[in-house]
């Protein structure tokens, strides 16, 4: 493939995927913590979403050339966040009855007690 007539290699990897396992932990459980570097426990919503300011920044190409397919990573972010909308939100909020109006039916009276 090639953009601006540079040719573009193919991106090889699972970061995207560790991108996104990172958005889902901190969609679902925010104050869990990671260590960074082993040392420094962060919680898990301020990891992810300093991944993804900085795959951002340097995807949009402001902090010059990388090799690192920074969009792969958006990309694995992006798909953690439309799973949990799209299916795990369902799941996870209280159960309602799912009652179409015709089958709304009214319940006999108690029966009275015969004097």
């Known amino acids: 493939m090639m953009i601006n007539e540079r040719p573009v290699p193919p991106a090889l990897g699972m970061s995207g995927s ?19 570097g082993g040392i420094i426990p962060v919680p898990a919503w301020f990891c992810a979403i300093g991944f993804i300011g900085y795959d951002l920044f340097y995807g949009a190409g402001y902090g010059g050339s ?3 397919a920074h969009w792969g990573h ?3 972010a992006a798909f953690a ?4 909308v799209v299916s795990i939100r369902r799941r996870l909020r209280p159960s309602r009855p799912n009652l179409m109006v015709g089958q709304l039916r009214k319940h006999p009276p108690p029966p009275s007690s015969a004097r």
Not at 20 to 28: D, H, R, Y
Not at 81 to 84: A, E, F, N, T, V
């Open 18 to 36: 560790l991108v996104g396992i990172t958005t889902m932990v901190a969609i679902l459980k925010p104050k869990i913590t990671f260590s960074v």
């Open 74 to 76: 958006l990309g694995g």
């Open 66 to 68: 990388s090799k690192t």
């Open 81 to 84: 966040l439309l799973y949990y």
